[in-house]
């Protein structure tokens, strides 16, 4: 069972669970825009990485804590996800930032804001926003000085791989690893005959190897 955390940020508490394990980089595993940290793909991804040996934090942002719809603004945002870092290097040596679309985006923006992890894990990054049709402006990773992994799904409408690959490009040390047929939350296809949780089991394999080399 994960352990109940309070984050005290600047605007007051929200919750977070943290999972033990034996390695001395963990992970800060942040939600979307739409799901919180109790969502089903969370914990999946939360505990299958702790069973792998690696301590994992998940928190809620505070709109999905207070049971909100609407995110935050982004102020408010990465002032709370700075909180759970803070939290999360009180228990490991090396903190890895990853997050689910929103949440890996608003990771990328405390790295390169000046934080130093250890590396970025993006679970689809939102590319492209909901609605629109531009990419949005990513030049701040240049500035997160940290090795990051791309995990991007070949369906993934927010991030179709003709724009997100030539970021991965020319991006150093940045690494991608394609699930075939995911969309955005890496479900894919009827017809592939892979069920959800062995899609996500391929995530969790990606991620530990990936962070096996930092």
Request: hydrophobic share 45%.
């Amino acid at each position: 069972m994960p352990e109940r955390v309070t984050i005290a940020w600047e605007g007051g508490t929200v919750s977070g669970r943290f999972v033990p394990a034996n390695g001395s980089t963990g992970v800060l595993l942040a939600h979307g825009a739409g799901l919180g940290q109790d969502h089903e793909w969370m914990v999946y991804v939360r505990d299958g990485l702790a069973a792998a040996g690696i301590p994992v934090m998940t928190f809620d942002y505070p709109y999905m804590e207070a049971g909100r719809k609407a995110p935050n603004p982004a102020r408010i945002l990465l002032a709370c996800h700075r909180a759970a870092l803070a939290e999360l290097r009180t228990r490991v040596v090396r903190v890895v930032l990853a997050g689910k679309s929103m949440g890996g985006r608003m990771g990328s923006h405390v790295a390169a804001d000046g934080e130093d992890v250890a590396g970025l894990v993006f679970y689809g990054y939102p590319l492209v926003g909901v609605g629109k049709l531009e990419p949005r402006d990513v030049s701040h990773l240049a500035d997160v000085g940290a090795p990051m992994l791309f995990v991007q799904g070949t369906r993934d409408r927010m991030a179709p791989l003709d724009l997100i690959e030539p970021v991965v490009e020319s991006t150093p040390d940045t690494t991608i690893h394609i699930i075939e047929d995911g969309d955005h939350s890496f479900r894919v296809l009827k017809r592939t005959g892979r069920e959800p949780f062995e899609v996500l089991d391929e995530v969790v394999a990606a991620t530990a190897d990936w962070i096996s080399t930092l």
